[in-house]
């Protein structure tokens, strides 16, 4: 006979767990239950369905429980609500939602995959027909019927995490008049807030209305109030703000709870109570990087956690490397991708850190559809430990952020990043891949081959009378510049060099980065000992400086803006 294993929640974790036991024991009694009707189902695709990009809502449910029984010998019980977990007698108390009726369940082993739900703060309204949230496919079905059956048009969205942005942005594609509500500076907090200003940039461009550093008060019957007293129409809201993790029914058992309020777990993902397991959004995940423990809602290491959990109750061993953080996200015609920490956590962590700002083609310049890739690299002092990286573009920046995102699970430094031998071929990329591109940037930093400063200080270089050297052509210098910027090209420098002070600090751009740094290379070589340049030139000033100078109202740094 062999073990009975219960599973409570499916979805991306339980499910893992469910199919990995069957994979090992053909003997296994395997039983899932989820108290909604659907037990597999797409979670991180149901936005799409709003915009019609997914057709059918029945196209994210991924299985069924016919399917798990007649495929895997696993029976799946929806609408089926674990109503509590009795670690001593090894049983749990279940409640069919259908009839009321409560039975108990014995196990051998247990496994929690309760997910997280929707924060919904306790506001005004929110309890409202016209307010939703977004967690599985009856959510997303009540949305859609609400906004398309309704003639409704202005929709207010609540967050600007993954699930806020997917959702504002498939509204959007639906013809909706869409605002997004952030209270924080800036939308996606994985990204550093001098990338996120591309992303910000994208949104409004196309039509997206946002409001950031506003949070919201209260729900009324057609419009929402803010902190502020702004008042926004809004004839739907969808409440994005986060999600907490699942962890009722683990600290009514009495299962320890992590500092980070995830249920606390071993490297094999055991509980504090025998023969309980938990994975996926509802625990508390270590970080490879920081040491730290912290909580991590992705889907892919929810299926490795599951994995490991179920090897471990059949005796095989599991290293446990620990979560970086790795994800992406598609913004109207932008990708964006990032891994491992970001600026913020690094100085909250304390790390001696420095950064490498690099624009380079995402495939060779003369293809068609070639794109400048906005890629941020982070890395350690003295080290070149490679700690993170952030990359935007219209390319596979994805791509990109993978590569990173190994090198990190390998310790990598910025030596190793440098002599990474990847795939060519001009359709897919350059000979110096972006992240190649990247680490050499990196190690001039590190080894103090050249100084730096960023585009988000050049506006303070201006009002600071800083001398702006532009080392593009004339008729790019026409077509936009820094308003108080010297335009001497890097093909006539070495003919103007009177015109260049010795006594001052002299700051130099081009388009993006690569001639300004060829001319501070040469300048350095000259005997100018205070020459900077200013990584990411023209182009990263001009999406840093754009959502602020739109929002604001203030007057712009440069005479034109250039995006391309």
Same mark, same amino acid.
């Given at each position: ?7 409570? !929640? ?72 674990? #109503? ?42 929110? @309890? ?133 309020? !995830? ?26 990087? @920081? ?6 809602? +992705? ?49 909250? /962590? ?35 430990? /490679? ?57 001039? #930093? ?66 993006? !980065? ?28 001009? +999406? ?21």
């Amino acid at each position: 006979m062999g073990k009975r294993v219960l599973i409570v !929640g499916g979805v991306a974790g339980g499910a893992s767990v469910a199919a990995r036991v069957r994979r090992l024991d053909e003997n296994a009694e395997i039983v899932m239950f989820e108290r909604g009707p659907h037990v597999s189902f797409s979670n991180c695709a149901l936005p799409y369905y709003l915009s019609g990009e997914i057709e059918e809502s029945e196209t994210l449910v991924l299985m069924n429980p016919d399917v798990f029984r007649n495929q895997y010998n696993i029976e799946a019980r929806t609408r089926s609500e674990v #109503i509590a977990v009795h670690a001593e007698q090894k049983t749990i108390t279940v409640k069919n939602l259908d009839t009321g009726d409560t039975y108990e369940e014995a196990y051998d082993k247990l496994v929690l995959s309760p997910g997280a739900s929707p924060i919904v703060p306790p506001l005004e309204g929110v @309890t409202s027909e016209h307010v939703f949230t977004v967690r599985n496919v009856v959510d997303i079905e009540r949305l859609q019927g609400f906004v398309s059956k309704q003639a409704i048009e202005d929709v207010v969205v609540i967050g600007g995490g993954f699930i806020g942005i997917e959702v504002a942005e498939n509204l959007v594609h639906a013809g909706k008049k869409v605002t997004l509500v952030e209270a924080q500076n800036q939308v996606m907090a994985p990204f550093d807030y001098d990338m996120v200003q591309i992303l910000h940039k994208e949104m409004i461009d196309n039509g997206m209305d946002l409001i950031l550093g506003d949070g919201i008060q209260s729900v009324k019957a057609d419009h929402i109030v803010l902190a502020s007293g702004k008042t926004v129409k809004a004839q739907a809201v969808i409440m994005a703000i986060g999600v907490r993790p699942e962890t009722s029914l683990a600290k009514e058992a009495g299962l320890e709870i992590g500092k980070t309020g !995830g249920i606390k777990v071993d490297h094999s993902y055991r509980t504090s109570a025998p023969d309980i397991y938990a994975v996926g959004d509802a625990i508390e995940v270590h970080h490879k990087i @920081t040491g730290q423990k912290t909580r991590l809602a +992705l889907a892919g290491p929810a299926q490795r956690q599951a994995r490991a959990a179920a090897d471990d109750m059949y005796g095989i061993p599991h290293r446990n490397n620990g979560v970086i953080g790795s994800s992406a996200i598609q913004v109207f015609n932008m990708n964006a991708a990032s891994t491992g920490l970001n600026e913020r956590t690094c100085e909250q /962590v304390g790390y001696d850190y420095d950064v490498a700002f690099v624009i380079p083609s995402d495939k060779v310049g003369i293809m068609p559809n070639s794109n400048p890739m906005y890629f941020k690299l982070i890395f350690e002092k003295p080290t070149g430990r /490679v700690l993170g990286a952030q990359a935007i573009g219209r390319g596979n920046v994805d791509k990109r952020i993978d590569v990173i995102a190994s090198m990190i699970m390998m310790h990598a430094t910025l030596e190793d990043l440098k002599e990474l031998e990847l795939c060519y071929s001009p359709v897919f990329g350059t000979a110096k891949d972006v992240v190649n591109f990247a680490a050499l940037a990196g190690l001039n #930093i590190l080894n103090g081959v050249i100084k730096q400063v960023r585009f988000n200080d050049v506006r303070e270089l201006v009002e600071q009378g800083a001398t702006i050297i532009d080392g593009r052509e004339p008729g790019e210098f026409k077509h936009g510049h820094i308003k108080t910027a010297i335009n001497i090209p890097l093909s006539e420098f070495r003919q103007r060099l009177d015109e260049i002070p010795t006594d001052k600090p002299i700051y130099v751009h081009c388009r993006s !980065g690569q001639r300004s740094y060829n001319m501070v290379k040469a300048l350095t070589n000259l005997g100018y000992d205070n020459v900077y340049n200013i990584a990411g030139s023209y182009l990263g000033t001009c +999406l840093y400086e754009y959502f602020n100078d739109q929002q604001q109202g203030r007057e712009p740094i440069v005479t034109n803006y250039n995006f391309r």
